[in-house]
């Protein structure tokens, strides 16, 4: 990644915003109308930004949402960029970079995952504590953007252990029930085996997922804190004994959209 098309992209977003925002937040399938929460709303569409892909899959807008959330100026991705759409590696950093490039000193990752651990129900929210890159990618495989961070990142605090205890406690004094654990990327998009499965429960996983590994990985590379919640749409391949499909994970995701929304403000 060159620092050159980290600012091309940044200067076009700087130039349109007044506000800098101090958290940025990732919104996964089925969650995106927190962005309809903000006050004092900017959008900018993803196609507009200077190298930027377009976002494609069902539930995902495809813009940054600036505004303001709890009195907080933020920045909300309504949509992502996934691996399995055919993205080149570098555009699963770049907006983790364009956000870093324009103020943000935290982030808040969210997804929708399918739930390893079967003590875990469809409708929870997860605490992400670790993950595995099971994906066989990388973000920052390439040359290095010296100017975002060291060729060999540390990652022994990839999702802040202050900020997992702290949201922890925002959970508990408003009374949403979270669990923890630690997400696994796949690529997809198919969705899991049951043997693929089992191997992920025997690795230690909680929740399974196609996105967010690339963005915590780059959002590390350049020392943004972050945050991780998974909304368990769905019991992960095999643990029911039923099929799984998008519609259903649409469909959690929906029901769960305000707890999700008062924990996510909370935080902010
Ligand atoms: N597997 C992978 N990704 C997912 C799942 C799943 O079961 N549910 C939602 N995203």
């Given at each position: 990644?060159?620092?050159?098309?980290?600012?091309?992209?940044?200067?076009?977003?700087?130039?349109?915003?007044?506000?800098?925002?101090e958290?940025?937040i990732?919104?996964?399938?089925?969650?995106?109308?927190?962005a309809?929460?903000?006050?004092?709303?900017?959008?900018?569409?993803y196609?507009?930004?200077?190298?930027?892909?377009?976002?494609t899959?069902k539930g995902?807008?495809?813009?940054?949402?600036?505004?303001?959330?709890?009195e907080?100026?933020?920045?909300?991705?309504?949509?992502r960029?996934?691996?399995y759409?055919?993205?080149?590696?570098?555009?699963l950093?770049?907006p983790?970079?364009?956000m870093?490039?324009?103020?943000?000193?935290?982030?808040?990752?969210?997804?929708?995952?399918?739930?390893?651990?079967?003590?875990?129900?469809p409708g929870?929210?997860?605490?992400?504590?670790?993950?595995?890159?099971?994906?066989?990618?990388?973000?920052?495989?390439?040359k290095?953007?010296?100017?975002?961070?060291?060729?060999?990142?540390?990652?022994?605090?990839?999702?802040?252990?202050?900020?997992?205890?702290?949201?922890?406690?925002?959970?508990?004094?408003?009374?949403?029930?979270?669990?923890?654990?630690?997400?696994?990327?796949m690529?997809g998009?198919?969705y899991?085996?049951p043997?693929?499965?089992?191997?992920?429960?025997?690795?230690?996983?909680d929740?399974?997922?196609?996105?967010?590994?690339?963005?915590?990985?780059?959002a590390?590379?350049?020392?943004?804190?972050?945050?991780?919640?998974s909304?368990?749409?769905?019991?992960?391949a095999g643990?029911?004994?039923?099929?799984?499909?998008?519609?259903?994970?649409?469909?959690t995701?929906?029901?769960?959209?305000?707890?999700?929304?008062?924990?996510?403000?909370?935080?902010?």
């Amino acid at each position: 990644m060159n620092i050159k098309t980290v600012e091309e992209s940044s200067n076009y977003i700087k130039e349109k915003i007044q506000q800098t925002p101090e958290v940025g937040i990732i919104l996964g399938s089925g969650l995106g109308e927190l962005a309809d929460k903000l006050s004092e709303k900017k959008i900018i569409k993803y196609s507009d930004v200077p190298n930027l892909p377009t976002s494609t899959v069902k539930g995902h807008a495809g813009q940054f949402v600036f505004g303001k959330l709890n009195e907080k100026n933020v920045v909300m991705m309504q949509g992502r960029f996934h691996y399995y759409e055919g993205n080149k590696m570098e555009s699963l950093a770049l907006p983790i970079y364009i956000m870093k490039s324009i103020g943000i000193k935290k982030l808040i990752v969210t997804n929708a995952a399918g739930g390893v651990n079967t003590s875990f129900k469809p409708g929870d929210l997860m605490i992400i504590e670790d993950h595995i890159n099971f994906a066989g990618i990388n973000p920052l495989i390439g040359k290095n953007c010296d100017e975002m961070g060291p060729r060999f990142p540390d990652m022994s605090n990839a999702y802040d252990k202050d900020m997992v205890e702290e949201t922890r406690k925002i959970a508990d004094k408003i009374g949403v029930d979270v669990v923890k654990g630690i997400y696994v990327m796949m690529s997809g998009p198919n969705y899991e085996t049951p043997a693929e499965i089992k191997m992920i429960r025997l690795l230690g996983g909680d929740a399974v997922g196609m996105s967010t590994v690339p963005e915590v990985i780059a959002a590390n590379h350049c020392s943004i804190k972050v945050i991780g919640i998974s909304c368990i749409t769905n019991m992960a391949a095999g643990i029911l004994d039923k099929p799984l499909d998008h519609k259903e994970v649409m469909e959690t995701s929906n029901k769960v959209k305000d707890k999700f929304t008062r924990l996510v403000t909370a935080i902010i």
